[in-house]
């Protein structure tokens, strides 16, 4: 492959890239929320009791704030390789356009007025596949986040990094802070 590739990260990505990139911006998807839907049983739940990590799902009336990460053409193929294995429990690519921003010299930060468009790759899990687990009550998605843990860490932590990560951004997670309240209750 010859072009970079820019991936956005919604989930685990912000706080622990774990790919090589040369440039990075905090990125907004418009249209789509971010929530706590899908089943993990590689990394933060087992196959006997999946954890729960976060997936988007259609709404025109949300947005999501993230990180894009530009790969450098020579790591693309690698990269590659290694989100598929990452992200192998349910999760599809797709390529979706994002608004884009960053200031020279500074880690990424809130919106400014003119973000630039780019084009970017993102893996999200839809309906339907082997280990979705769908919407429920916040009480009921904390409790079981609360208590599964896998190969990457507990549950817990995943949420509360994702928390603590989206702050650093400047953005308030309305599903992702009511859980997290739940959770340090």
């Known amino acids: 492959m010859s072009d970079a590739l820019w991936v956005f990260g919604y989930g685990s990505l912000i706080w622990r890239p774990d790919i090589p990139y040369d440039a990075v911006e905090s990125a907004r998807l418009p249209g789509w929320a971010r929530r706590f839907w899908q089943g993990s049983t590689d990394h933060r739940g087992t196959p006997e009791a999946p954890g729960r990590v976060v997936t988007l799902v259609e709404d025109p009336e949300s947005h999501t704030v993230g990180r894009i990460f530009r790969v450098p053409p020579e790591a693309v193929e690698g990269v590659l390789a290694r989100l598929d294995h990452r992200e192998k429990d349910g999760y599809l690519r797709r390529r979706l356009e994002v608004e884009a921003w960053s200031e020279p010299g500074s880690k990424p930060g809130p919106k400014p007025a003119t973000p630039t468009a780019r084009t970017a790759l993102v893996y999200m899990a839809a309906p339907g596949n082997p280990q979705w687990l769908g919407p429920g009550p916040d ?46 209750d």
């Open 139 to 184: 009480e009921a998605l904390a409790r079981h986040i609360g208590r599964s843990h896998g190969p990457s860490g507990s549950n817990r932590e995943y949420l509360l990094r994702l928390r603590d990560a989206l702050r650093e951004l400047g953005e308030h997670d309305g599903h992702v802070e009511a859980l997290a309240a739940l959770l340090e």
